[in-house]
């Protein structure tokens, strides 16, 4: 049975974001590291986006805007970015980045499989996959399990769910320099539901419908509303280039109280979304860095958490798009109606002061957030 110092079960955004800061740093060349994942990572089957303010990846950014719309039912805003860019990372361009880099380092191997099971015995773990086991120092585990968080009631979850088009239109309709951030005037039916629009050209776009709810709809409702939205668009032909989808945990569930002193949830199975808004790719940029800053000094993952007050404020919302989803258009529409975006984007980089705090807190509905406050209080 081989040995390493490190594997992770599953490879995906927040496993090869780990593995690229543990290369960049240096520090790990003499440890042999396995990564385990089922997928080969040789299609674009997801995009990334994010507001950054430096230069982020910026060698496979596929497209950056400076400006962006926010829509509902009674107002069209066009947002100020600035000193933020909206950037989007293409995933097949992300994992060729990651996989060149591993690549030239023989300590470091790729087994596809899917994972079965792992555990810690004593001071060291193992882990099986469906044809072969292995045993290492320590693991690094990003494979998801919804029933930690479906199982307790004290943390609800809201799930970010969407499928997503890139087409390829006949008509040019599409703003290129301006992207549709949220376009909350597609009918809510009493959910909280908008319409993602990322324009690489005049007649090329990506078309996400997005959901914050509990539950997930039929492939076929999500469609009918891409093409209804499309069709209110003025376009008469168009082209499927590709298509995505995906679902996004979002919850303040404590996940880091499940890591033991050699296994560390990562990704989703870390909570490294940000919970309020479902968006992964920054926050676990951050978290990475963090975890290979704190592999450096220690090595017991019990004592790889910090709490914050963001983590309070996520709190009372998904609190809020659990028991009343139909409010949140009116609680992002009250944002990003008089707010300015910079000031919202470092609120959700979790960057702010608590007089900034403040500033953005105010935007929103008051009653809503005091009864939630309440709610949790008693």
Not at 123 to 149: D, G, R
Not at 304 to 327: C, E, M, P
Request: proline share 2%; charged share 25%; net charge neutral.
């Amino acid at each position: 049975m081989n040995h390493y110092h490190y594997i992770f079960t599953g490879g995906g955004l927040s496993a090869l974001l780990t593995l690229f800061e543990m290369i960049q740093s240096g520090r790990f060349s003499d440890k042999k590291i396995l990564l385990i994942d089922s997928s080969s990572k040789d299609k674009n089957d997801r995009t990334w986006c994010f507001w950054d303010t430096e230069n982020l990846f910026d060698e496979i950014i596929s497209k950056k805007w400076n400006i962006a719309w926010f829509k509902n039912e009674s107002f069209t805003n066009q947002l100020n970015l600035s000193p933020y860019e909206y950037k989007m990372i293409r995933s097949l361009d992300f994992y060729k980045l990651i996989f060149e880099a591993i690549n030239k380092h023989p300590n470091i191997e790729i087994f596809h499989d899917d994972v079965i099971d792992y555990s810690e015995l004593g001071n060291h773990c193992i882990v099986k996959t469906k044809t072969k086991s292995f045993t290492c120092n320590q693991i690094f585990n990003s494979i998801y399990n919804p029933e930690v968080v479906t199982s307790q009631t004290k943390f609800p979850l809201v799930q970010q769910h969407f499928i997503g088009w890139f087409i390829k239109s006949k008509e040019a309709v599409f703003t290129e320099d301006c992207p549709t951030f949220m376009d909350f005037s597609v009918e809510q039916k009493g959910n909280t539901r908008f319409m993602y629009v990322l324009p690489t050209s005049s007649n090329e776009a990506l078309l996400e419908y997005t959901l914050f709810s509990k539950d997930l709809l039929s492939t076929s409702e999500y469609e009918s509303e891409i093409e209804k939205y499309i069709q209110q668009l003025g376009i008469t032909e168009y082209e499927i280039v590709e298509k995505e989808q995906g679902t996004i945990p979002m919850t303040c569930f404590p996940f880091w109280k499940n890591n033991t002193k050699n296994i560390i949830n990562i990704g989703s199975a870390g909570g490294w979304s940000k919970a309020s808004t479902g968006y992964t790719f920054k926050n676990s940029v951050k978290k990475s860095k963090e975890l290979v800053q704190f592999l450096k000094t220690n090595s017991d993952f019990t004592k790889f958490y910090k709490s914050n007050k963001f983590r309070f404020y996520d709190l009372l919302l998904i609190d809020i798009l659990y028991q009343t989803n139909q409010y949140g258009s009116a609680i992002f529409s009250s944002m990003f109606k008089t707010g300015k975006a910079a000031l919202i984007f470092k609120f959700l980089d979790e960057e702010t002061s608590f007089w900034e705090d403040l500033k953005v807190i105010w935007m929103c509905p008051k009653g809503l957030f005091i009864k939630a406050l309440l709610r949790r209080i008693f």
